[in-house]
């Protein structure tokens, strides 16, 4: 049988196999011929203390043991042209991750998508970037892989009670991703990678005799008597379906708006919101690591911080090491920002969206929206932004010492936004009270990260599309909306996950509770 060992070692060791096999050998009190395999089942870095370790958990297997390589295999999915039919709205992680467990289960998945394909949407990715061009149906937020294709690809999710982490990293590996997300403490793709990864995704389901219709736009339900029948495209044509899983994503306005019109019932929802801060990426590295050169076996330092200001968190939110910070409105007349990071993480900046946590009693002055008050609250703030930049993709931006004094940032230095900033005071951005909590919430970052709080860093805003603004809720067994018979609220857009594999869980656990309700 194989040992099982947690062991501490420096970078280099970690990163050189040989060393690694010498370290090992020593731990289990046998030369280093003996060693004849070392599987790393877990790896973290512990940044704690001045000599930087990295933690391992390891398989080691001596030469009279058989060792047998683990490989990933897909699951057989079967051929399912024939079978009933289950429509899914959305091909974000939800909708792709649904539409693999429906084929598993022996139904057809449909899913239909309101923007392009992954190579389609880059055409309209440099149109927003250079152009300052938003079409409302292919952006950072809409289209093949839904939000996270395109920004950035983390894996890492705190919800583990919500499901198989692994499997949706083995299918995801399965798929053409690293066998290294399988093993580190945070997982991450990489933006420059994750599109092939969906589109192998989306050829399966069509292998397998499912539809995957892009540029198809879901504008009514067909519902009678309280029973999901199917959908109406923006071209008039119907769809007919008595399941439907609507895993739109969070920023899906219509969506929210369709289901308000037509009285299906949803609910204000409280979600983050505040700006992105960018700094030189050698900074982070130097606060993180305690060191002037963090040298070629560490990777780029991310960071995570959380404060309480005021009675309201404030946190850092998708932190990207070594990336950028991109464009993420999904209509004209507004203005958005995230970050995502290649797969190397090899950008010179790092940058995190730095949000505050919002309550229901925020929305009050859009109370006349029922229950969009949450999402006009934000919009009110990004249209804001765009008009204070100049009413064009350009976004308010301000120097992070500079806004905690309520001064003017006399210049902006080129930041790694491709559109371009408008040197504003953010206090003309947001409502009095999240200023004030961000003010004062930047200044305690400082205290608790030496050298975070400096004018290199630049903040952008506004960072608004966190979570979804509004719950579309379900029933805890059968995971059905409570009004309609047949409706599937799923993923981030239900206010149900939070993330690729968090929204992935949740696409899979629809697609089961569909499978179980037909079997009756």
Request: contains cysteine.
């Given at each position: 049988?194989?040992?099982?060992?947690l062991?501490?070692v420096?970078p280099?060791i970690?990163a050189?196999?040989s060393?690694?096999?010498?370290y090992?050998?020593?731990?289990?009190?046998?030369?280093?011929?003996?060693?004849?395999?070392?599987v790393?089942?877990?790896?973290?870095?512990?940044?704690?203390?001045k000599?930087?370790?990295?933690?391992?958990?390891?398989?080691?297997?001596?030469?009279?043991?058989?060792?047998?390589e683990?490989?990933?295999?897909?699951?057989?999915y079967?051929?399912?042209?024939?079978?009933?039919?289950?429509?899914?709205?959305?091909?974000?992680?939800?909708?792709?991750?649904?539409?693999l467990?429906?084929?598993?289960?022996?139904?057809?998945?449909i899913?239909?998508?309101?923007?392009?394909?992954?190579?389609?949407?880059?055409r309209?990715?440099?149109?927003?970037?250079?152009?300052?061009?938003?079409?409302?149906?292919?952006?950072?937020?809409?289209?093949?892989?839904?939000?996270g294709t395109?920004?950035?690809?983390?894996?890492?999710?705190?919800?583990?009670?919500?499901g198989?982490?692994?499997?949706?990293?083995q299918l995801?590996?399965?798929?053409?991703?690293?066998p290294?997300?399988?093993v580190e403490?945070h997982?991450?793709?990489?933006?420059?990678?994750?599109?092939?990864?969906i589109?192998?995704?989306?050829?399966?389901?069509?292998?397998?005799?499912?539809?995957v219709?892009?540029e198809?736009?879901?504008?009514?339900?067909?519902?009678?008597?309280?029973?999901?029948q199917?959908?109406?495209?923006?071209n008039?044509?119907?769809?007919?379906?008595?399941?439907v899983?609507?895993?739109?994503?969070?920023?899906?306005?219509?969506?929210?708006?369709?289901?308000?019109r037509?009285?299906?019932?949803?609910?204000?929802?409280?979600?983050?919101?505040?700006?992105?801060?960018?700094h030189?990426?050698?900074?982070?590295?130097?606060?993180?690591?305690?060191?002037?050169f963090?040298?070629e076996?560490?990777?780029?330092?991310?960071?995570?911080?959380?404060?309480?200001?005021?009675?309201?968190?404030?946190?850092?939110?998708?932190m990207?090491?070594g990336?950028v910070?991109?464009?993420?409105a999904?209509?004209?007349?507004?203005?958005?920002?995230?970050?995502w990071s290649?797969?190397k993480?090899?950008?010179?900046?790092a940058?995190?969206?730095?949000?505050?946590?919002?309550?229901?009693e925020?929305f009050?002055?859009?109370?006349?929206?029922?229950?969009l008050?949450g999402?006009e609250?934000?919009?009110?703030?990004e249209q804001?932004?765009?008009?204070?930049?100049?009413?064009?993709?350009?976004?308010?931006a301000q120097?992070?010492?500079?806004?905690?004094?309520?001064?003017?940032?006399?210049?902006i230095?080129?930041?790694?936004?491709?559109?371009?900033?408008?040197?504003?005071?953010?206090?003309?951005?947001?409502?009095?009270?999240?200023?004030?909590i961000?003010?004062?919430?930047?200044?305690?970052?400082?205290?608790?990260m030496?050298?975070?709080?400096?004018n290199?860093?630049?903040l952008?805003?506004?960072?608004?599309?966190?979570?979804?603004?509004?719950?579309?809720p379900?029933?805890?067994?059968?995971l059905?909306h409570?009004?309609?018979?047949?409706?599937y609220?799923?993923?981030e857009?239900?206010g149900f996950?939070?993330?690729?594999?968090?929204a992935?869980?949740?696409?899979?656990k629809c697609?089961?509770?569909i499978a179980?309700?037909l079997?009756?």
């Amino acid at each position: 049988m194989p040992q099982e060992l947690l062991i501490q070692v420096s970078p280099e060791i970690a990163a050189n196999e040989s060393l690694l096999y010498e370290y090992v050998a020593k731990s289990v009190r046998v030369s280093t011929k003996l060693v004849q395999k070392v599987v790393i089942l877990k790896r973290s870095i512990d940044a704690r203390q001045k000599a930087i370790k990295v933690n391992l958990k390891v398989s080691v297997y001596l030469i009279d043991e058989k060792y047998t390589e683990q490989k990933i295999e897909l699951p057989d999915y079967q051929n399912i042209s024939n079978a009933q039919e289950v429509i899914i709205v959305g091909a974000g992680p939800a909708g792709l991750f649904a539409a693999l467990q429906l084929i598993e289960l022996g139904l057809k998945p449909i899913v239909i998508e309101r923007g392009k394909d992954v190579r389609g949407r880059r055409r309209d990715l440099k149109a927003i970037n250079v152009d300052h061009i938003v079409n409302e149906d292919s952006n950072y937020c809409f289209g093949e892989g839904g939000a996270g294709t395109y920004s950035d690809g983390k894996l890492y999710t705190r919800s583990k009670k919500r499901g198989d982490v692994d499997r949706i990293l083995q299918l995801l590996v399965g798929f053409g991703a690293t066998p290294d997300i399988l093993v580190e403490a945070h997982p991450h793709i990489g933006t420059n990678k994750l599109p092939q990864i969906i589109q192998d995704i989306r050829e399966k389901i069509i292998e397998c005799g499912g539809q995957v219709l892009f540029e198809t736009r879901v504008t009514d339900f067909v519902v009678k008597n309280n029973v999901m029948q199917g959908i109406v495209t923006q071209n008039g044509d119907t769809i007919s379906a008595s399941k439907v899983i609507l895993a739109t994503g969070h920023s899906a306005r219509d969506i929210f708006e369709l289901l308000d019109r037509k009285k299906i019932f949803i609910e204000a929802k409280p979600f983050a919101l505040g700006v992105r801060a960018e700094h030189p990426q050698e900074l982070i590295d130097k606060i993180q690591y305690s060191c002037d050169f963090r040298g070629e076996h560490l990777p780029p330092a991310p960071y995570s911080i959380v404060k309480q200001v005021n009675g309201r968190g404030m946190y850092s939110f998708c932190m990207c090491p070594g990336g950028v910070i991109a464009p993420c409105a999904t209509s004209p007349g507004e203005v958005v920002t995230n970050g995502w990071s290649p797969s190397k993480r090899d950008q010179a900046t790092a940058n995190s969206g730095i949000v505050v946590e919002l309550k229901l009693e925020d929305f009050k002055p859009f109370a006349q929206f029922g229950a969009l008050a949450g999402m006009e609250f934000q919009k009110s703030i990004e249209q804001k932004a765009w008009h204070l930049a100049g009413e064009t993709q350009k976004v308010p931006a301000q120097r992070m010492v500079d806004f905690t004094q309520n001064k003017v940032s006399a210049s902006i230095p080129k930041t790694s936004y491709v559109p371009g900033t408008t040197s504003v005071e953010m206090g003309q951005v947001f409502p009095g009270f999240l200023t004030q909590i961000m003010r004062e919430g930047f200044i305690q970052f400082g205290k608790s990260m030496r050298g975070y709080m400096t004018n290199e860093a630049i903040l952008h805003a506004p960072e608004s599309r966190t979570s979804s603004p509004v719950r579309i809720p379900r029933d805890s067994e059968s995971l059905e909306h409570p009004q309609i018979k047949g409706l599937y609220p799923c993923g981030e857009g239900a206010g149900f996950a939070g993330g690729i594999i968090s929204a992935a869980i949740d696409g899979e656990k629809c697609a089961l509770k569909i499978a179980l309700s037909l079997s009756k």
